[in-house]
């Protein structure tokens, strides 16, 4: 049986990512397909060829697919750790991808990228893992909406605070003002007053018949 | 004229996805961005529906129009929530539209293109932004207030931008609908 080896390319216009494999046979995929993943080389304009094993591009993945959901929702934050293979990191207007190669002889490289290259990198990955006739299981990567507190950070402080302040700074200004009213004094009644008071017969009852009034 | 809802055999596939307020002015105020990108974008859109088998749920313009008007910035805005369905359509037809329009966003968000040449499309999108803006929503709202002070190539419509060219594409829908259903901070 002859082995034919299957090269896929996904092209935009300031990147390229090609893969390269085989068919697995044994898991009855047709001779077009890609079950086993040989090699893969992703070019982007302006920046050295990378290229890496299968997990290399499975972290790129994990990595930049996230990376853009939270820049969807306007969340600007670093994803992955450092000395990470793959890292990528906001950087002013652009977007730093770190990557440290497992070999101790090969230095960390980074590449600069604008915006229309972020999107042209997410798009060449979305395509290679809509691509049927790669039948490789991706790991999953299941977008949902982000908690309260991810959101919050992209409110600056001062206008995360303002609101608070602004009351906290009303109950002081309404406090203070209510302590500087003055109280009313209690005036005790004087002798002559108390002395003229007559004491008034109580009002006979309505219900009372007449001859007891 | 019939009120066609979409309530009608719920697609398991489609997921439950009912927006909020601040995600139904984000979701039209994207679409707007479209037409401001395309010139023939209300025909376009209507073209997406077809080819992506929506007709029932927008079998024509307006009812099309009748959906975008929940979005409570509109100067005419309707009442009520969009069903999953309806949302899921126009989630996807956006990223359809966002898809057909790639090209363009690049051009606008790349650091590689002539200074003066981006600062001229930004210009003109953002004029068209405005028109639009201007024609359809309520300017007395707060928002559209500060959407129309803004800078051409201001946070804001850089925002709108972005957001179409990282959701363009099949690779975009579930991205985008994920990030319309975050909670208001």
Redesign the interface.
Known sequence: MVMLKQSYRYDQ??ARLEVEGLPDFSAGHADQAIGILSAWRLKI?GASELEGKREHLEALMAVV?PY??L????VVRALGELNDPVRLVPDG??HRLDLTSGQPNIPPLSIQL???????L??C???L??DGRVRLSWPAIE??????RD??E??PLMQRLTAPLLGGATVVVLGVLGLLLPLPEAQAPKPEEAAEVKTETPISDPAQPDQER | MTDVTAEAAPDPSIPEAVLGRRALERLDLLLLTVESLDLNGGEAMLWATRQLGFETIFPNRVELWKRRCHNPLRRSTRRGQLSAVETEALIRILCVMADRL??M???L????EPEELTRQRWGLVHQRLRDLIEERMNLRRGAIQRFLGSEPEGPLQ??LV??L????????V??????L?????
């Open positions: 216009t300031t304009v697919i853009v959901r820049r969807l929702s306007g207007p652009q604008d915006d229309a290259q972020l999107a042209d997410v798009r990955l979305d395509a893992r809509a977008h949902q909406p982000l908690p309260r959101l919050v992209k409110i | 790639y090209p966003l690049h051009q968000l790349s650091s590689r850089r925002q972005l957001t060219a990282l959701a363009a594409g099949p690779g975009g579930d991205r985008l609908r994920a990030s259903l975050d909670p208001t901070p």
